[in-house]
């Protein structure tokens, strides 16, 4: 029993652990973050990647896994979010195509509100290359 006891604190030790590094990244305001620093995510979600391949499967390893392996599929499409060329006018349909709350805009879009819609990203990959191409 004492096993199982410890083997969960350490799952949900590491679930904490990956949910504070992740909020850190969700703050940041995607204007400055865009510019350089979003590749320290890449780092993140790759040495978590490897982390969690090595550890035994319970379900928080398996629920990061999920997400983590969810963000290094949309990784291109976050790239492509940069939007060095993008108007303002290719920022308001990537906000409406990515179903973002009403009140995001282009000035106060977070990192985080691109993590939370790598569900969606995923589902219009094709439009977010297509708007990428048209700016």
Not at 67 to 80: E, G, N
Not at 87 to 114: A, Q, S, Y
């Amino acid at each position: 029993m004492k096993d199982e006891l410890d083997e969960q604190d350490k799952a949900w030790s590491l679930f904490d652990e990956f949910k504070a590094e992740l909020d850190k990244f969700s703050q940041e305001s995607w204007l400055t973050f865009r510019k350089k620093e979003y590749f320290k995510f890449q780092d993140f979600f790759l040495s978590q990647a490897e982390r969690l391949k090595s550890m035994n499967k319970n379900v928080v390893s398996r629920f990061l896994l999920r997400l983590v392996d969810d963000y290094q599929k949309a990784w291109p499409l976050i790239k492509l979010c940069t939007g060095e060329s993008f108007e303002k006018e290719h920022w308001r349909k990537l906000i409406t195509m990515l179903k973002m709350p009403k009140e995001v805009t282009f000035d106060n879009l977070t990192f985080g509100n691109l993590l939370d819609s790598v569900t969606e990203m995923l589902k219009k990959h094709k439009e977010i290359k297509e708007l990428s191409d048209k700016a």
